[in-house]
């Protein structure tokens, strides 16, 4: 057995996400198309004697040290499916915004369940490790898998994507979280009485993505949870509209916010966007980054 393990895995941005109306069990029906970027946790499992977690990056304040943590679950699930007891450390070197639309904790979910697989030795079947990833959050598949992936269902059931090229990112990271359920419950208070259609992938987006067509992209980014950020973050507006000033091909709310996402040209572009964002005060900070990256990676 090794000393420890250590995975990366990618923040997400959804270039579209088709929500559907509210089910029975309070879920949505999605239409996700997943796009995995280039920010990234690392997650490092060490043997330990009890299940611990610890955590260092510039929001690793903001995240829970306790069993609630994704990748403190994710532990526990999978050394309970092999009834074994879940004692190991896991260290999460932080790096993707939290509670910020980009799937940090789903990302450390995935980590730390391949992590633990290696380090206990255990080989776990992919499609037994998929599953527990959906147990985990609808988020935690795509995260386990990158590339780029359509979710339908809570978004958990995916079917992988060709991705023809590489698209270049901003994000713009705002101040404070969004709760992913209070943008859902947002979406809706503004849908209530509305007829909310069947979400649908748009054969035009997934053409895009497989072309590598960025124009085409950035004419076909949807994101139906936009208005409801929006509704519980007005201040958003400002930031989308200083990435669209400074040259953005296109903008959106990645996934529930508040993180702004911006597709652009090339690398140069996204460092001249990147310092506009920084310089307009609207956001905390911007980082640049390319797609498809790959799921979660033994190092
Ligand atoms: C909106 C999205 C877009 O990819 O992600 P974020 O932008 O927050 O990262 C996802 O749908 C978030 O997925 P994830 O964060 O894994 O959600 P879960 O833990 O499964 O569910 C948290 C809560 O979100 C709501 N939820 C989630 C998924 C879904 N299809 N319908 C929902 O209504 C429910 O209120 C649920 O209790
Ligand atoms: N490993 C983790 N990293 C970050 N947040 C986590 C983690 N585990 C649980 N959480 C909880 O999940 C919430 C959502 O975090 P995150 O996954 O970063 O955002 P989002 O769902 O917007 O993509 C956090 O506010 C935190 O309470």
Redesign the pocket.
């Known amino acids: 057995m090794s000393a420890s393990v250590t995975v990366r895995v990618p923040a997400k941005v959804n270039v579209q996400l088709a929500v559907g109306a509210a089910r029975p069990d309070g879920f949505h029906d999605l239409a996700n198309v997943f796009l995995a970027v280039s920010l990234y946790d690392e997650v490092t499992a060490t043997p330990a004697g009890t299940l611990t977690i610890t955590?260092d990056g510039p929001d690793a304040d903001?995240?829970?040290l306790d069993r609630?943590?994704?990748?403190a679950r994710a532990a526990e699930l999978l050394a309970a499916r092999h009834g074994i007891s879940p004692d190991v450390h896991l260290h999460?070197a932080?790096d993707?915004?939290?509670?910020?639309?980009?799937?940090?904790?789903?990302a450390?979910?995935a980590g730390a369940l391949l992590a633990c697989d290696a380090l206990w030795g255990l080989g776990t079947p992919r499609a037994e490790l998929l599953e527990i990833c959906a147990e985990l959050g609808s988020?935690v598949p795509f995260s386990l898998v990158g590339g780029a992936a359509l979710g339908v269902g809570r978004g958990e059931r995916l079917t992988e994507l060709p991705v023809g090229g590489d698209f270049h990112w901003v994000f713009a990271v705002a101040d404070g979280?969004?709760?992913?359920p209070a943008v859902y419950g947002e979406f809706d208070r503004l849908t209530a009485g509305v007829h909310v259609p069947e979400p649908a992938a748009s054969p035009v987006l997934l053409d895009a993505l497989r072309t590598g067509d960025t124009s085409a992209l950035a004419d076909a980014l949807a994101n139906d949870l936009q208005s409801a950020a929006l509704s519980l973050r007005p201040s958003l507006a400002a930031t989308l509209a200083a990435g669209t000033e400074a040259g953005a091909l296109a903008a959106l709310v990645s996934?529930?916010g508040p993180t702004t996402a911006f597709l652009v040209k090339d690398a140069d572009a996204a460092a001249s966007v990147a310092d506009a964002l920084i310089a307009s005060g609207t956001c905390r900070t911007a980082r640049v980054a390319t797609s498809p990256a790959a799921g979660a990676t033994l190092l």
């Open positions: 955590c903001k995240v829970p609630t943590n994704l990748a999460i932080k993707i915004p939290v509670a910020g639309g980009m799937a940090g904790g789903s450390d979910g988020d979280g969004l709760s992913t996934g529930s």
